[in-house]
């Protein structure tokens, strides 16, 4: 859906009282020189506009409408302007789906028909480059060219993130509400098609339709904007069934980082993180890799970056002989070259020997370089010394062509006059050593994704809430072994000792037709003779009939390989720790399906349990490509039956011989 006409109007209709009255006095501040008309059938004058009755009396079609009534009379108010073709609708009336009234939502979202409706419930949208604030509050936007986007859900953090005051350049916030037509995709399609927006951020409960957001992103991706995102609450998306524990783990949280990671977008944890990361995305952009330059007057700092920059996919890696010798050459001989540098103060306040100094070490082999200062701000402080620190810096990075950030310990130590000359030089002024590195982080994430084509979506459609029924585990391993994944050798029957004995001690005895077995005394392992056979059937819960296995030896590690169906969204691969471990560890992680095996081996190798694979404490060391080719024949088995709704094995037992399915669940959906 098309937002232009909302987003870009030229006549805005305002409908209402006191609401419609701020939007008329928020269009004026910002400079808004399209025509704005008021309707009110009680007033005949609003923000110095005159009136008129009703959205029939308008005498031309709006492009955009902000509905400030109550709900039933929104709903009729928004039917006619659909059918005098306006362009689009901000409906700011509370009282819909938010609160139960999914039917009278319903009837809103018929009465707009193909016009776009923003809301309900939410506070509208202001387009920063044209002046159009369609919106009823207080807001700290100002003219802008250039910049970031924001879309939140909640009109209040939408009217938070327009208050900052970190130099952050936004050109539009919108705030979708109950998102009951106008999705995230929706406003992400049409802020893409403004070059005025160099980055879009997100603050997301939820997302309605996955499969369409995750084609914004690829519309994103192949347009090189930057998307980052802010994920709070709970969605339906990562519902599903509670009894494997594929489902326990993978959670709705799971599912967005497997959405957002396949799709390219990068996801921040906080609201400081998220303005940060688009200040640098938009002042500095994307950059070639994460080899970084940390500069720093403090030993103290120094040390505080390399300690922080273990939490983030960051490298400070030293530098060669050659180049630390010309860097040192600058420096004085107390001072020893490193990364993190401390380059003391033994010139501070020396422009001239600064840019000097900080030319050399650009010079090297960085992806881009930070330089950390706290600026003064009282009164009666003299920052000159800092101003030539900050201009060497400058100076260093347009000299060497190196993408360059500021960077303060403390946000308030990073006055709006400094910040807004390093904007205007090319340089992201940042708030925060753990928000200077999530940017840089997220710079070189972008720079690396963008030089890569992302995957189509796969998307599966809903069941329609059909019955589900588990597999028997004997049933699930045949359907496994049908597709290439090595189980046990095994029989289900009611005579266990003589099957035991044909098939060779030891053995694994389980009782048929009941999950999570070894909760209730269902299973029993290494079992050495008959007689052990005999006696584990009596001291097991009753059972008219037994699966007995042959026992896996030489186990080097166990995982846990789940793939659990989202409707609308596809298969969602989980990946960790298995057996006893499975809820202990907590070790997980997740991709959407269908992938290839160099993403499920990245992914088995940032796990805690590849350790053990490779030759953990004089464990034999594991082949990972036959680990990643039994995972990847456990996804396809999945993709091919389109019935199914999970497919576990857990454990998943790695021998130096094979990965084996020691046991299985698959539940499948009948119509």
Known sequence: M????????????????????????????????????????HRSE??????????????????????????????????TLADRGCGGVVGYASGFAEVGEVDLQHELVVAAGAMPLLGPNCYGLINATTG??????????????????????????????????????????????????VGFEDAMLTLLDD???????????????????????????????????????????????????TAALAGDDAVFDALFDRYG??????????????KLLTVTGPIRGNRLLSLSCSGGEASLVADRAQHYDVEFPALDPDHAADVGRHLDVLVEVGNPLDYHTFQWGDREALTGTFTAALSGAFDAAMLVIDFPNRSHNDDSSWWSTVDAMVSAAERTGTAAIVTSSLPETMPATVSQHLIERGLAPMSGIDEALAGLEA???????????????????????????????WDAKQILADGGVLVPDGLVTDRPG?????????????????????????????????????AATGAMPPSDAYLVEQMIPGGVAELLVGVRRHDGLGWLLTIGAGGELTELANDTAHLLLPTDAPSIRRALESLSVAALLNGYRGRPTIDLQFVVDAIDKICRVALEHERFDTVEVNPLVVTPEGAVAVDALIVSRHG
């Open 132 to 181: 159009a604030a369609l919106w009823p509050d207080e807001h700290g936007l100002e003219r802008r060219d250039l910049g970031a986007a924001i879309v939140s859900q909640s009109g209040n953090m939408a009217l938070n993130f327009t208050l900052q005051d970190r130099g952050l350049p936004i050109t539009h916030v919108l705030s979708l509400g109950n998102q009951a037509q």
């Open 2 to 41: 098309n937002l232009s006409r909302l987003i870009n109007p030229r006549s805005i209709a305002v409908i209402g009282g006191t609401e419609a009255e701020r939007v008329i006095a928020q269009c004026d501040a910002l400079g808004f020189d399209g025509e704005i008309w008021p309707v009110n059938p």
């Open 195 to 245: 070059a005025r927006v160099e980055a879009i951020g997100l603050h997301i409960e939820g997302i309605r339709d996955a499969a369409a957001f995750a084609q914004a992103a690829i519309t994103a991706h192949e347009q090189r904007v930057p998307i980052v995102v802010l994920k709070t609450g709970v969605s339906d998306l990562g519902a599903g069934i509670t009894r494997s524990h």
């Open 443 to 473: 710079a070189a994430f972008f720079g690396v994704r963008f030089a890569n084509p992302l995957s189509p979506i796969h998307p599966v459609p809903p069941f329609d809430d059909q019955a589900r029924a588990a597999l028997s585990e």
């Open 46 to 79: 609003m923000g110095g506009r005159k009136t008129v009755a009703s959205v029939g009396e308008l005498a031309s079609v709006p492009d955009a409408a902000f509905v400030a009534v109550p709900r039933k009379d929104t709903i009729a108010i928004v039917r």
């Open 265 to 278: 977008v990068y996801r921040v944890d906080t609201v400081p993180e998220l303005l940060e990361v688009l």
């Open 498 to 534: 003589e099957v035991a004995a044909d098939i060779g001690f030891p053995v694994a005895l389980k009782i048929v037709g009941a999950l999570h077995k070894s909760d209730t005394g269902g299973v029993m392992l290494y079992l050495e003779s008959v007689d052990d056979v005999v």
